[in-house]
């Protein structure tokens, strides 16, 4: 059992909708991460929080949005996405920094229609 | 050259057989690196941190080439449920970027 949850675990969407992934980790960790990865791709960084704050925005376009509502929950909402945007969104959570191993959840497969 | 680079494989060994990856970074002031394995629609798990000093947990063990810029993670008698992708990640220092090599695959075989 993973101890990073995330939801919903499969999403179709039209490019007009608007909805939201949501993570939750309980492991007191204070950095948590999203990633997308396409199939047969490693995953790619894109937002990272520290300490509730946002460290890192990898150029994502606008069009994701992340949350960190407090420490243990981090959201990515999405609007307006495009086909391209089809992939599987991981979460992960470490202890304070990057420099530190990450724990996954088992994903959102994300699918824009 | 590409930041971390990996063999894709797949590496087809037979059960029993030691086997062998690296990992090839270009960032010569990186500091942190990781190796996980994903399973098929699955998400990565941490496998082990690679320290300077080389560390074995089991069958698996971990090294770092500084000089050469590159690590490895060799697997002793293979199992069927080792085949996976395994994935190198390395950070830099004084960066907070994360950067997963583009994983080698391996396949066990009976």
């Known amino acids: 059992d993973t101890e990073v949850t995330q939801t919903p675990k499969h999403l179709v969407m039209g490019m007009t909708n608007k909805k939201s992934l949501k993570c939750e980790q309980h492991?007191?960790?204070?950095?948590m991460y999203w990633y997308k990865q396409k199939a047969k791709k490693p995953p790619e960084l894109m937002f990272v929080?520290?300490?509730?704050?946002?460290?890192i925005n990898e150029s994502v376009p606008s069009r994701f949005s992340p949350e960190c509502p407090n420490s243990s929950l981090l959201n990515l909402h999405l609007h307006a996405l495009q086909p391209e945007d089809s992939a599987l969104y991981l979460c992960?959570?470490?202890?304070?920094?990057?420099?530190?191993?990450?724990?996954f959840g088992d994903g959102t497969r994300l699918s824009i229609l | 050259r590409k930041e971390v680079e990996q063999d894709p494989g797949p590496f087809n060994v037979p059960e029993g057989a030691t086997v062998a990856f690296n990992c090839t970074y270009s960032n010569s002031a990186s500091q942190s690196f990781f190796w996980y394995r994903q399973d098929c629609r699955k998400e990565p798990k941490l496998l082990m941190s690679v320290y300077s000093s080389g560390n074995e947990d089991g069958r698996f063990t971990a090294q770092l080439n500084r000089a050469s810029q590159y690590i490895s993670l060799l697997i002793r008698d293979s199992k069927l449920s080792d085949s996976a992708t395994y994935l190198c990640?390395?950070?830099?220092?004084?960066?907070?970027?994360?950067?997963f090599g583009t994983g080698t695959k391996l396949q066990v075989i009976p």
């Open positions: 929080y520290s300490y509730e704050k946002l460290s």
């Open positions: 492991m007191g960790h204070r950095a």
């Open positions: 990640v390395v950070i830099p220092r004084g960066y907070q970027k994360v950067t």
């Open positions: 992960a959570s470490s202890q304070e920094t990057v420099r530190q191993p990450q724990h």
